[in-house]
């Protein structure tokens, strides 16, 4: 049994659509009378969904939550609404530099989907400003932001020279926040954020928003690329949901699969993922998954018996292999099993290990994960 069970599902609920949250009232509010607080702070601290799931849990808890998670919450809100400010600010600094250089860009998440979504500031923590350019116009923006103070990119440019994602930039006198350049929101797709999410002219982007259905199939991408993995993403659809979930057209995300057969099996998956997870209602179509990515849902479903660090993020490489497209394969194996080694120098910096191993060794041990998160799934169906 795993630890923390009572302040993980207590989370989990906490997570849900308003109408997954009214089914489970009774069994939250006993969730609620059981839970260490103490324990539930450390835990959604360490998801950086406190201030997203906090005051849910209040509302559930009132007086029982205690002056010591309370007052946790009410700082972690101030500090965000002031990261806000500050995040509005940058990105609205690039964006009409961009404007100005007649390149079109759009804010991903960020400040503007916390506030439309949770309703006020502060509620959703962000510490860089993630922006959408076309991919033409990817090599202007970067030089547009160097205009702008940042330094960089230090993304490693792909064959074709674009970055797998985006530029990321950092500020030279530490004066803004981070920059990441986007020209794609997931490795598998080259057309639906540049046809979708992008506003028509540099001009309309302050009165512009996508379609319902593009930002809830952009919700859905963002989470499969994160594995199904955290609270995060979960949140976000849950609350998206309840926000805008009636502006979505019957039929919407069929018809996005067909236009960009590439993101189907992802789209679905994590539809059916989050039917589960955070209760996004069967109407929107209950898919039907095939083999691979029934195995993808089973990995994010399932508790696990352990999981480190490197067993967390090679799971999350698994489900990416198990959602890829047809002709996607040697991509694939490219960004999770044998990418080149300066990527993997500095994936080892970010985690702080001294030591590098070669692509071959680093591959391996890659592969040996994948094997260890299979064969946890066929331990859990025996009797």
């Given at each position: 049994m795993s630890e923390l069970v009572t302040e993980r599902e207590l989370a989990r609920l906490s997570a849900g659509t308003q109408a997954r949250r009214e089914a489970a009232a009774e069994r939250l509010d006993r969730l609620a009378a059981k839970v260490d607080w103490s324990a539930l702070t450390q835990l959604l601290r360490d998801g950086r969904v406190l201030t997203m799931l906090g005051p849910r849990i209040v509302?559930?808890?009132?007086?029982?939550?205690?002056?010591?998670?309370?007052?946790?919450?009410a700082a972690a809100l101030e500090r965000g609404r002031h990261q806000e400010v500050l995040l509005q600010l940058a990105g609205g600094l690039a964006m009409d530099a961009l404007a100005a250089a007649g390149i079109r860009s759009a804010a991903l998440k960020g400040p503007l989907l916390g506030e439309a979504i949770y309703g006020e500031g502060g509620r959703r923590p962000s510490s860089d400003v993630d922006l959408l350019v076309p991919a033409e116009d990817l090599p202007r923006a970067v030089?547009?932001?160097r205009s702008l103070g940042y330094e960089g990119p230090i993304d490693r440019p792909m064959a074709d020279g674009l970055p797998l994602l985006h530029c990321s930039l950092t500020h030279g006198n530490g004066e803004l926040p981070?920059?990441?350049?986007?020209w794609r929101i997931h490795w598998y797709e080259r057309r639906f954020a540049r046809e979708r999410l992008l506003p028509p002219s540099p001009e309309s982007r302050n009165d512009w928003r996508p379609a319902p259905e593009d930002e809830l199939a952009a919700l859905l991408l963002y989470y499969t690329r994160d594995g199904f993995t955290g609270l995060r993403q979960a949140s976000?659809?849950?609350?998206?949901?309840?926000?805008?979930?009636p502006e979505v057209r019957s039929g919407a995300l069929k018809e996005t699969?067909?236009?960009?057969?590439?993101?189907?099996?992802?789209?679905t998956t994590a539809l059916a993922r989050a039917q589960s997870a955070v209760g996004l209602p069967r109407s929107l179509n209950r898919p039907d998954l095939r083999s691979r990515q029934r195995i993808a849902v089973q990995l994010a479903s399932r508790e696990p018996i352990f999981r480190s660090r490197e067993q967390l993020f090679a799971e999350i490489g698994l489900i990416d292999g198990l959602l890829t497209p047809p002709g996607g394969t040697a991509a694939f194996i490219r960004r999770q099993v044998f990418p080149p080694r300066e990527v993997i120098r500095e994936r080892a910096e970010k985690d702080g290990e001294a030591s590098v191993a070669s692509p071959l060794a680093y591959g391996l041990s890659v592969l040996a994960r994948f094997g260890i998160a299979l064969a946890s799934l066929v331990y859990r169906r025996r009797p």
């Amino acid at each position: 049994m795993s630890e923390l069970v009572t302040e993980r599902e207590l989370a989990r609920l906490s997570a849900g659509t308003q109408a997954r949250r009214e089914a489970a009232a009774e069994r939250l509010d006993r969730l609620a009378a059981k839970v260490d607080w103490s324990a539930l702070t450390q835990l959604l601290r360490d998801g950086r969904v406190l201030t997203m799931l906090g005051p849910r849990i209040v509302a559930i808890a009132g007086e029982r939550a205690g002056e010591e998670f309370q007052g946790e919450l009410a700082a972690a809100l101030e500090r965000g609404r002031h990261q806000e400010v500050l995040l509005q600010l940058a990105g609205g600094l690039a964006m009409d530099a961009l404007a100005a250089a007649g390149i079109r860009s759009a804010a991903l998440k960020g400040p503007l989907l916390g506030e439309a979504i949770y309703g006020e500031g502060g509620r959703r923590p962000s510490s860089d400003v993630d922006l959408l350019v076309p991919a033409e116009d990817l090599p202007r923006a970067v030089e547009v932001a160097r205009s702008l103070g940042y330094e960089g990119p230090i993304d490693r440019p792909m064959a074709d020279g674009l970055p797998l994602l985006h530029c990321s930039l950092t500020h030279g006198n530490g004066e803004l926040p981070p920059l990441e350049l986007h020209w794609r929101i997931h490795w598998y797709e080259r057309r639906f954020a540049r046809e979708r999410l992008l506003p028509p002219s540099p001009e309309s982007r302050n009165d512009w928003r996508p379609a319902p259905e593009d930002e809830l199939a952009a919700l859905l991408l963002y989470y499969t690329r994160d594995g199904f993995t955290g609270l995060r993403q979960a949140s976000d659809l849950g609350a998206w949901w309840d926000r805008f979930g009636p502006e979505v057209r019957s039929g919407a995300l069929k018809e996005t699969s067909a236009a960009y057969p590439e993101l189907e099996p992802a789209l679905t998956t994590a539809l059916a993922r989050a039917q589960s997870a955070v209760g996004l209602p069967r109407s929107l179509n209950r898919p039907d998954l095939r083999s691979r990515q029934r195995i993808a849902v089973q990995l994010a479903s399932r508790e696990p018996i352990f999981r480190s660090r490197e067993q967390l993020f090679a799971e999350i490489g698994l489900i990416d292999g198990l959602l890829t497209p047809p002709g996607g394969t040697a991509a694939f194996i490219r960004r999770q099993v044998f990418p080149p080694r300066e990527v993997i120098r500095e994936r080892a910096e970010k985690d702080g290990e001294a030591s590098v191993a070669s692509p071959l060794a680093y591959g391996l041990s890659v592969l040996a994960r994948f094997g260890i998160a299979l064969a946890s799934l066929v331990y859990r169906r025996r009797p």
